[in-house]
């Protein structure tokens, strides 16, 4: 179902979006999406109907825009972003609290949706001429590299599990193997797919999806092995950034001039450096309350013989409060001599530093894709906040950093 | 130094060539490339002078050219292919005379080379507006992941060499997170960069150089994993590969007739299993010529003593000749019983099956990539082949499958990474160790039982 749709050389101007000549985004952050973009939307019967446009929030529920009538609209959207924002949290609780196994599932769907949103962008980019195997083959890539990542984890963490089902022995005895055979398939099936008029298209959505793969899956994968390490790896390190976001966006509000970084014309210094500050004091003090109990701290491990997953055990070095002989100047100057610390508050600091400083080039990188591609928001899933890539993208690098963290200063390798 | 140099919107006709809206290549191989391209090419003064027609050989020596001067220009190039051909192998079989070091710095050399010549490919696709950061930002990449994936292989494989040196220790043990620090400041760079009205252009080059590393550089490390486990597994694969490259030619020059693929119409169905056939007895043949020599079979080791690469071992059980009994059906045909081989010969046909059924995938996937951005080689280096990466494009699935499958089949876990980690343990894990290793060893009759 190759509907060719050639544009000849008609119209310069609506060359403009996407010809590799024509220079990248402008600097205007408002711009809704040209003409040519949304005259994309409404021809193309197979892509689903994400107008570029997210000004008006399309997916707020009745019962909101309802109690909200009477306000003007931009006192509606902080209505909606902050109704939308403390829902999110209290989400965010309520499966901490539900523990790991609905943890495990909710990053899997988190990871779906990022990769679809992503992809989605791709083929309105693309002018995608609706060739069937490519949606087939980027959700089959999707499934493969997902087989290869959890395979390995539940072959690592549900050792005495596998040993016991004679299927599951075999198939994580060849599981490289297994994998890789997939991915040849799929591979084969691309260069097959490769249709005469098509192939620079063809390889560009190729190398689209291994780069979403490659950013989404993998990033995903080290969110779930942190968590295994400790449901306070998993729990702390987002909330910083989570923290990080609302304490610039507030110190930014009350106090913001200089601006920061012309990609994002709304973040200033003054967020930028109270936001620091105000992240290290509040992962101080989560770290101080969580490492208080053994369900956050204790490596999640799978008990093969009541089959369910067991937070227990004997806290590590780090979770175990010391005393701190506090440096001289402080000493005077406070009149204590000791402090009485977890480790991993000190651990929690530095933790804090990377979300504030080096966090937010995640935040940056997202912002430039956004103004290169002249879409405003990734997608229109959360109302007020836009696409769950929008929320997450500065929670890439973070969970990079905590699991080479751990693995270089806290883990040894397993035996 | 940002040249700019914007097309606006005069020639329709050039944005052929570019623009994503035009459907990609057309089915025309010998397209020496359009005059849009070398337009380019003569206009920007940074890029490398890589003409993207290549049917004149700009390299050839001077020498070979003489020796050429009278025939017709078809059956010099084809001297001149066969010659290179010929130069190409023995230099193959000179490296693998010198030595693993040797080997190691090739694969290397010939890494960079192949990560050069995409990259080059990508900026002239895209028009590089001469930011001189992308070409920096690309080679720091390059380095980044090098060191990240030589620098584990190094730990794991001069374990005693690095145990010596204190600097090197303290490299080995931060490793990951010195590499990824070393990544993210070129990350961050790359955002600090970004130019107002150039973002789309740098993204797309991001984009190139990732996925271009993760298709050079994690082969050539899967190359030189693969070449530590015993040159063998180095040689036999490479030479499979070339040998189905000669055999489907020869094939299909002399019987070819029924076309393979749309994307490559010089090959042949006749081609291909002819090549399928010749390649696995060749590999067979050169299996068993192999298996004989201990410098070929035993995995590559550093003595830390002698500050140098041995070669010597008790061959693993695959190299040892062992005697199979051939099926019913064989006996009565050959009235054989039993045939003596080494267990390796088997490998080698799954090994050549590969090679000759999936690997040319890897050399449509190259032929559409050049189709699709209307090159007809990748570069020029090498004389009547065009660039490093047209040789290489089908030995990059080899060397990933036979990395994963020496993991899979051959190779059971190693018996010096294991006690490696656990000398990295802390004493009352080792402890718990030894106990338990202690219980099961004597279980098994392995030692004797508690008097």
């Not at 306000?71 to 999110?88: D, E, H």
Request: net charge negative; with cysteine.
């Amino acid at each position: 179902m190759t509907e060719l749709r050639r544009r000849g050389g008609g119209d310069p101007d609506s060359t403009d979006n996407i010809s590799d000549k024509e220079a990248g985004g402008d600097d205007r952050p408002d711009l809704p999406g040209d003409a040519e973009g949304e005259g994309d939307v409404d021809s193309k019967a197979d892509t689903p109907d994400v107008p570029l446009s997210t000004a008006d929030t399309d997916n707020t529920p009745e019962c909101l825009n309802k109690a909200l009538e009477g306000l003007p609209p931009r006192w509606k959207n902080y209505w909606i972003r902050g109704v939308l924002s403390i829902a999110m949290i209290s989400g965010f609780f309520l499966i901490i609290y539900m523990g790991p196994i609905t943890l495990i599932f909710v990053v899997m769907c988190v990871q779906i949706k990022c990769f679809q949103e992503i992809i989605t962008i791709g083929y309105r980019v693309y002018h995608s001429y609706e060739l069937p195997w490519f949606r087939t083959l980027s959700w089959y890539f999707l499934v493969c590299v997902n087989y290869f990542f959890y395979g390995e984890t539940v072959a690592d963490y549900f050792g005495a599990l596998v040993q016991r089902e004679e299927p599951l022995q075999f198939l994580a005895r060849y599981h490289r193997f297994i994998s890789f055979t997939l991915y040849l398939a799929g591979f084969c099936m691309f260069v097959l797919s490769l249709v005469k008029k098509h192939y620079r298209l063809q390889f560009y959505m190729f190398a689209w999806t291994h780069v979403t793969l490659l950013i989404v899956v993998t990033q995903s994968h080290l969110v779930i092995q942190n968590l295994f390490e400790g449901m306070i790896w998993f729990i702390v390190p987002i909330s910083i950034v989570i923290c990080n976001d609302i304490m610039a966006y507030l110190f930014g509000f009350f106090f913001g001039r200089t601006p920061l970084i012309k990609l994002s014309p709304k973040k200033t210094w003054e967020g930028f450096i109270g936001g620091y500050f105000g992240t290290v004091v509040f992962g101080f003090l989560l770290a101080l309350l969580l490492s208080q109990f053994q369900y956050f701290v204790c490596p999640v491990e799978f008990n093969s013989e009541t089959n369910s997953f067991a937070v227990e055990c004997e806290p590590s070095d780090i979770f175990v409060v010391q005393e701190y002989t506090l440096p001289a100047v402080v000493q005077n100057t406070l009149r204590w001599k000791t402090v009485n610390l977890y480790p991993f508050q000190i651990h929690s600091i530095f933790l804090s530093s990377f979300a504030s400083l080096i966090g937010p080039f995640g935040g940056f990188f997202a912002s430039g894709f956004k103004r290169a591609f002249k879409i405003k928001d990734f997608a229109n899933t959360i109302p007020g906040h836009g696409g769950i890539m929008d929320r997450f993208d500065c929670q890439y690098l973070m969970a990079t950093f905590v699991h080479v963290y751990i693995t270089s200063f806290i883990r040894y390798k397993d035996e």
